[in-house]
T-cell receptor
């Protein structure tokens, strides 16, 4: 089954403790992206990647890192999480850039930073 | 810049009622427009899309027409069901598959 898999689904951590949210897709997609969803703000893009070893900042990259060492994986790294990073995070992928390649989303990771 | 504006607030309506969710956009050039739907506890799924002016996207009884003259892409469904309860996001694509999302509208359909 074609899917984007995020782990974990829920994560509670404390300020300053490094964490990684994993994202993996089995569709051989070139494009991958991370979003955060906050009430009243909709979805905002954090980082995206056009292909292996190619990553770019989205609209809200501060406090986050990503890497794309393999095509299927695109982990989101919070080196020193802070409470304002408490949010619902989504990973997404698509076949290639362009309008005919809709995004496929994971089921989300709800992160709470205390 | 590139942005999408959706009407404020949740939408509550009865089963079989007519649904409209407004979406207007600001963009350079002629972006492609999308509606995504998010069911409880899940990620977003593409509902429909339109890639040029006057195109009509449709899926599962939902429709939206790309109106360049009013920069709008309103979502409509003639007769909603309880299973249509979800959050609906309007979005446009620009640049290298960069998406700008609206804030979303919670739709609640009451039996």
């Amino acid at each position: 089954e074609a899917q984007v898999t995020q782990n974990p689904r829920y994560l509670i951590t404390v300020t300053g403790k490094k964490l990684t949210v994993t994202c993996s897709q089995n569709m051989n997609h070139e494009y991958m992206s991370w979003y955060r969803q906050d009430p009243g703000l909709g979805l905002r893009q954090i980082y995206y990647s056009m292909n292996v070893e190619v990553t770019d900042k989205g609209d809200v990259p501060e406090g986050y890192k990503v890497s794309r060492k393999e095509k299927r994986n695109f982990p989101l790294i919070l080196e020193s999480p802070s409470p304002n990073q408490t949010s619902l995070y989504f990973c997404a992928s698509s076949r290639q850039t362009g309008v005919d390649s809709p995004l496929h989303f994971g089921n989300g990771t709800r992160l709470t930073v205390t | 810049g590139n942005s999408v504006t959706q009407m404020e607030g949740p939408v509550t309506l009865s089963e079989e009622a007519f649904l409209t969710i407004n979406c207007t956009y600001t963009a350079t050039g002629y972006p492609s427009l999308f509606w995504y739907v998010q069911y409880p506890g899940e990620g977003l799924q593409l509902l429909l899309k339109a890639t040029k002016a006057d195109d009509k996207g449709s899926n599962k009884g939902f429709e939206a027409t790309y109106r360049k003259e009013t920069t709008s892409f309103h979502l409509e469904k003639g007769s909603v069901q309880v299973s249509d309860s979800a959050v609906y996001f309007c979005a446009l694509v620009y640049g290298n598959n960069r998406l700008a999302f609206g804030k979303g509208n919670q739709v609640v359909v009451i039996p």
